[in-house]
């Protein structure tokens, strides 16, 4: 069992950047993938980024490729999500979540990540 907390939302304006945290604790951080999603009222939630147990593999969605970056720290079992350049379509809550590593499989489907955060809401207005 792994248990997340997300921090760092907030409300910025568009251009604006915000950095997301996700700590965790529970069994060894570094055995996990860590992921971000978002889901925006109304919409499905909808994968953002993930990174392997190492760090050196990530994967973006075309969203947001190019303007956010996901990182992790094992040492402090956090996972990050730097977000530059936002915009208004960006607002949403944001989820972290974890599944058992598959050697540097990133998985992008909701269903594929057993553990899940209370999510924190990022508000991007023009």
């Known amino acids: 069992q792994v248990q997340l907390v997300e921090s760092g939302g907030g409300l910025v304006q568009a251009g604006s950047s915000l950095r997301l945290s996700c700590a965790a604790s529970?069994?060894?951080?570094?055995?996990?993938?860590m992921g971000w999603f978002r889901q925006a009222p109304g919409k499905e939630r909808e994968f953002v980024s993930a990174i392997n147990w190492s760090g050196g593999n990530t994967y973006y969605s075309e969203a947001v490729k190019g303007r956010f970056t996901i990182s992790r720290d094992n040492a402090k079992n956090t996972v990050y999500l730097q977000m530059n350049s936002l915009k208004p379509e960006d607002t949403a809550v944001y989820y972290c979540?974890?599944?058992?590593?598959?050697?540097?499989?990133?998985?992008?489907?909701?269903?594929?990540?057993?553990?899940w955060g209370q999510g924190t809401q990022v508000t991007v207005s023009s």
């Open positions: 979540a974890a599944r058992a590593a598959v050697l540097d499989y990133l998985a992008r489907a909701p269903t594929q990540y057993a553990y």
């Open positions: 529970g069994r060894t951080f570094s055995t996990y993938t």
